[in-house]
């Protein structure tokens, strides 16, 4: 014979069904969206670049890991003070950059590779409006060389010039929606759900000559970097959902 067992319940846990029953019941009642068309509309503008970016680094290598540490701290420290001279916020930013220090190994036929030195890198980063005094700062800093040149918009230019494409991608996608409420022959429609993004594409920099690390030793001749940015294309895109309506 069986025997059925009735456990009993508490007010709460009774309330919790009870909403939840309420809940999925409104779910399946609410009426199914219709009439809404997604859409989507850019726009784009070739900005003049008005800043860069430029890396120089100190190479040093050695048999003692903690004397090229140090040659590289001297080289580091010698660059940032003559650095810091022309620095003015805002136009030439001086900034240190990545340390790297790394042993070097010799590979023998069936034999454990063995230690042959060390090898280390500081990193001096110079960025700013003002091109031509960070072209001509980078040929007088002491045994750096430049390892890497990025131009790009300065945080005013590329806001400006999203504002003003921004306005013209909204635009295109308010008479595209206007279009649509046409051919489906509706009077009107009201938006729905919309999003609004920005990006900005540079041209890549092309790279740099490598210097070996004898001559990242030696002092530099008093040369400046020639600079030349170009264009970056600012484009904005608008996406979201229209309700048309017949009046």
């Known amino acids: 014979m069986t025997v059925s067992r009735l456990i009993p319940l508490s007010l709460s846990a009774l309330a919790l069904l009870a909403a939840g029953s309420t809940a999925s019941a409104q779910t399946l009642?609410?009426?199914?969206p219709?009439?809404?068309v997604t859409l989507s509309a850019q726009a784009s503008a070739e900005v003049?670049?008005?800043m860069v970016t430029l890396s120089l680094v100190a190479i040093r290598e050695g048999s003692d890991a903690a004397t090229v540490q140090s040659q590289l701290r001297q080289a580091l420290e010698a660059a940032l003070t003559e650095a810091r001279k022309a620095a003015r916020p805002g136009q030439v930013?001086?900034?240190t950059g990545g340390f790297n220090l790394s042993p070097r190994y010799v590979n023998r036929p069936n034999a454990t590779p063995t230690l042959s030195g060390w090898q280390g890198s500081a990193e001096l980063v110079l960025e700013g409006r003002d091109i031509g005094a960070i072209?001509?700062?980078a040929g007088k800093l002491p045994g750096m060389a430049v390892q890497r040149v990025q131009p790009g918009l300065s945080k005013e230019a590329r806001e400006k010039a999203e504002a003003e494409v921004a306005a013209q991608a909204i635009g295109r996608f308010q008479q595209r929606a206007e279009a649509y409420a046409r051919q489906f022959g509706f009077a009107s429609y009201s938006l729905r759900e919309v999003t609004v993004g920005g990006s900005e594409l540079s041209a890549p920099a092309p790279p740099m000559p490598f210097r070996?690390?004898?001559l990242m030793a030696a002092p530099m001749a008093d040369e400046s970097q020639p600079l030349a940015?170009?264009?970056?294309?600012?484009?904005?895109s608008v996406n979201g959902s229209i309700q048309l309506s017949p009046r």
């Open 29 to 32: 009642l609410q009426p199914v």
């Open 34 to 36: 219709q009439n809404w």
């Open 48 to 50: 003049p670049q008005d």
């Open 93 to 95: 930013d001086v900034r």
């Open 135 to 137: 072209g001509a700062l």
């Open 212 to 214: 070996s690390a004898k």
């Open 229 to 236: 940015p170009g264009q970056a294309t600012v484009t904005v």
